[in-house]
């Protein structure tokens, strides 16, 4: 299933991502933010119905300069003393938040919009492209404002040594699949449990549809043996 999922990315088409059963148990879209259409962030908010992000790989983050949210308000409660509060972190599924930036495309206009943030997801895969495939530089405020309608999650320095989250899971798969490590991701939801959806319903989703399902445990090992490669063909 990891071969067809990475054929899927290659191909910028979606893959249902599970993460595992004592994480959050809950399973993502995720498509190529290169890729992304109106179509697309349609189908996340509708079959999805969770919060629509994109995940970056940590080193694109660093030549953007993009921070992580944690810090943002870090920083800023140095000075708004009334910020430490909010900013302490205590969810019981892990030990931070993989947040940034939430942002817009300067072109959008509410920023809210199928197109509008088909734009901002598009132009955030193109940049990761151009900075991390092509190593040139950019200037990130050039094109995109904060706040706006997009959240950015920033990547942990090793991905899956590390933290196994979503953010995670995607980038390595983007990583492996040998495309922009930017990848648009959306919680699926069950409206009628008013919970996450289940395992089981997610399966159907991607049966029924043709879409390649593929648990936590699998990428991350699959992942692994990749840097192994990687690491043996450079020694």
């Known amino acids: 299933m990891i071969e067809e999922a990475l054929r899927h990315f290659r191909a910028g ?34 079959d999805g119905g969770g919060l629509i992000c994109v995940a970056l790989h940590p080193k694109a983050c660093e030549k953007l300069k993009i921070p992580f949210m944690h810090d943002v308000l870090r920083v800023a409660s140095e000075k708004m003393p009334e910020l430490r509060s909010v900013a302490d972190f205590d969810i019981k599924y892990d030990s931070r938040s993989s947040f940034a930036l939430w942002v817009n495309h300067r072109d959008t206009f509410t920023g809210i919009t199928d197109v509008d943030r088909a734009l901002t997801i598009r132009r955030l895969g193109e940049v990761v492209d151009y900075v991390m495939i092509n190593g040139k530089e950019f200037d990130f405020g050039s094109e995109f404002r904060s706040p706006g309608h997009v959240a950015v999650l920033r990547a942990s320095e090793n991905l899956v040594y590390e933290r196994v989250g979503q953010t995670e899971l995607s980038v390595a798969l983007a990583e492996m699949a040998g495309i922009a490590p930017a990848v648009a ?28 399902f593929v648990e936590g445990k699998d990428i991350v090992k699959a992942y692994k043996n990749f840097r192994e490669e990687k690491m043996l063909i450079f020694e």
């Open 13 to 46: 088409k979606p893959v249902l991502i599970y993460d595992f059963d004592d994480r959050e148990g809950e399973t993502d879209i995720a498509i190529p933010a290169i890729a992304v259409t109106p179509k697309d962030v349609a189908m996340m908010r509708i």
């Open 185 to 212: 991701i959306c919680e699926m939801l069950d409206a009628e449990t008013g919970k996450a959806l289940s395992k089981r319903k997610a399966k159907e989703y991607a049966e029924e549809r043709g879409i390649p």
